[in-house]
């Protein structure tokens, strides 16, 4: 028999008159849950009433907190609004049951109902503030068992409410649960899934510590799978490598070694480079010969970043010869014979970007060898070495007049406004590094003692930041939006007889899908 408007009033007004005492009106109350079966006011003032005086009977807590669900799975979205609402007034009187209503409030994401679905973060957001720790449970049990769509409604909330958490909100054995738990969710997650949840991560304070720093580069190296072969010809291995390396990148510094992955893009990625095609990347980009580039270079500037963190580089020492073959590959020796008829075949691609890359890595990291050109087997090697520095010093000496002539009388407002001017300045940036890093390497036995900026990241003003998002790129090749912010700008390098053509080339874009069940270039809410 279900109860009106003036009885649920009546039962209100004996347990309100008997205030500490209320509990020993157990009837009343159950006359209260009743009114879930009344009419549409009924089943408000019953939402209301259920949580009012839920602390008064411990007894009927199940009974009560079932009837609340029951007006939350309402067909009518006003009334399930309002049960929604009265949620956390449960929680405030007995905190006992956070973790199951959290659960509940998860699986509610997933409404249609726009004004419903604000209803229900804001009730999860007051579970939060009650007890964060226990909110969390019921948030990762769905992450981890329920079903795809409600798993990804979760996790962008856990994401979405990490970022904006405050330090007042989650004490440190909260945030270590959560690192706990999102381990978990790492086995199986795409590479947009993997990103949100890094970025989620780095926002907790006790990772803000270099001890935090290094569990994140730690999470992210058993994610890129360094244990395993790098396939240059899937484009979810070259997109896997790419977007780990930008995420530990920020991360890594004096205290916190990048040498695993040092090891990993040379021993493993630098020799596979030009096994990157453009059906790997399979890209719809009308230049689809830029879009290929720019993953090479993108992938070679990580490197360049991350050989500058690799410590007493003890660790890198396996690394050294092969970076240096790779560095090889991109300094070709002069062509032999004389005349017209080696000048025909003599147009090697001096691709200086590639150069400043590679010959900045192994500045860093080839003085750990230190008998890598001193031994009694080093001769041929540095013999070898010093021809193709000489040769491709003599093209760098050519291409930086050719720069500098087309930079003069440019005025400062001209250099930074037009973007060919702001090109060739990077381009001369770049060459003077390269010029630089020669010097030292042209020494016997080559030094390395000078310092460079590299050509794509501005001055440095003072201690990094620590973001936990690497950049996106533009799909297409051409966000320029994305350029302007990161201040990449690329230059093609000259062909040839070193001509001064120089022309910008778009952004490369990535796919992010990941390991386990989901791929790097998968969608969201679809299992492999």
């Known amino acids: 028999m279900s109860v009106d408007v003036e009885q649920l ?22 006359t209260i849950l009743k009114g879930v079966e009344g009419t549409t006011a009924a089943k408000r003032l019953s939402a209301q009433f259920i949580s009012r005086f839920f602390k008064h009977f411990s007894d009927q807590a199940e009974a009560a907190i079932n009837a609340l669900l029951d007006l939350c799975e309402d067909e009518d979205p006003g009334i399930r609004k309002a049960a929604i609402k009265e949620i956390p007034n449960l929680c405030k009187a007995n905190k006992e049951h956070l973790g199951r209503l959290s659960d509940v409030l998860v699986q509610l994401l997933v409404s249609d109902d726009s004004s419903e679905l604000s209803v229900v973060n804001i009730a999860l957001n007051a579970l939060f503030a009650i007890d964060s720790k226990g909110t969390l449970s019921g948030i990762f049990s769905q992450i981890l068992n329920g079903d795809e769509e409600i798993r990804e409604k979760a996790l962008k909330f856990l994401c979405s409410r990490l970022k904006s958490s405050s330090e007042s909100d989650m004490s440190k054995e909260a945030e270590e649960y959560v690192l706990e738990e999102c381990k978990k969710i790492l086995e199986d997650v795409t590479g947009d899934e993997f990103f949100s949840i890094m970025e989620g991560l780095s926002s907790l304070h006790h990772l803000q510590t270099f001890q935090g720093r290094q569990q994140l580069v730690n999470i992210i190296a058993e994610q890129m799978h360094l244990d395993q072969e790098f396939d240059a010809t899937d484009a979810d291995s070259v997109n896997r490598v790419s977007q780990c390396v930008s995420m530990a990148q920020p991360l890594c510094s004096k205290n916190v070694h990048a040498s695993r992955f040092v090891n990993y893009m040379c021993q493993k990625v630098v020799s596979s480079l030009s096994k990157i095609t453009t059906e790997t990347l399979n890209g719809n980009s009308d230049d689809k010969e830029t879009k290929q580039t720019d993953v090479k270079l993108d992938l070679l500037k990580q490197l360049a970043e991350m050989s500058a963190f690799c410590g007493t580089g003890s660790e890198v020492v396996e690394s050294v010869e092969p970076l240096f073959n790779g560095l090889l590959e ?58 193709r520095l000489q040769y491709f010093a003599r093209g760098l000496q050519v291409y930086i007049k050719q720069l500098k002539a087309s930079l003069e009388g ?61 950049q996106k790129r533009s799909s297409t090749g051409g966000d320029s939006e ?34 386990g069940g989901r791929k790097w270039g998968a969608s969201r809410g679809k299992r492999y």
């Not at 991109?330 to 010959?359: R, T």
């Not at 001509?499 to 874009?509: A, C, E, F, P, V």
């Open 330 to 387: 991109c300094m070709p020796l002069p062509p032999e014979g004389n005349g017209e008829a080696a000048n025909a075949d003599a147009n090697p691609k001096l691709q200086f970007s590639y150069v400043e890359c590679l010959m900045f890595a192994f500045h860093q990291i080839g003085r750990f060898k230190e008998d890598f050109f001193t031994s009694d087997d080093a001769a041929a090697r540095l013999k070898d070495f010093r021809i």
């Open 9 to 30: 009033y009546k039962s209100f007004g004996v347990l309100a008159d008997a205030k500490d005492k209320a509990k020993e009106h157990p009837e009343v109350y159950k």
């Open 410 to 470: 440019k005025t400062p407002t001209q250099l930074r406004s037009e973007p060919e001017n702001r090109i060739k300045v990077i381009a001369l940036k770049t060459c003077n590094n390269v010029n630089t890093l020669l010097r030292d390497l042209f020494h016997n036995p080559p030094a390395y003692k000078s310092s460079v900026q590299v050509s794509w990241k501005k001055q440095s003003t003072g201690n990094k930041p620590m973001p936990a998002k690497p």
């Open 482 to 515: 994305v350029k302007k912010k990161s201040e990449r700008t690329l230059y093609r390098a000259p062909e040839g007889k070193y001509s001064s053509n120089i022309s910008q080339r778009g952004q490369g874009g990535y796919k992010r899908g990941f390991r």
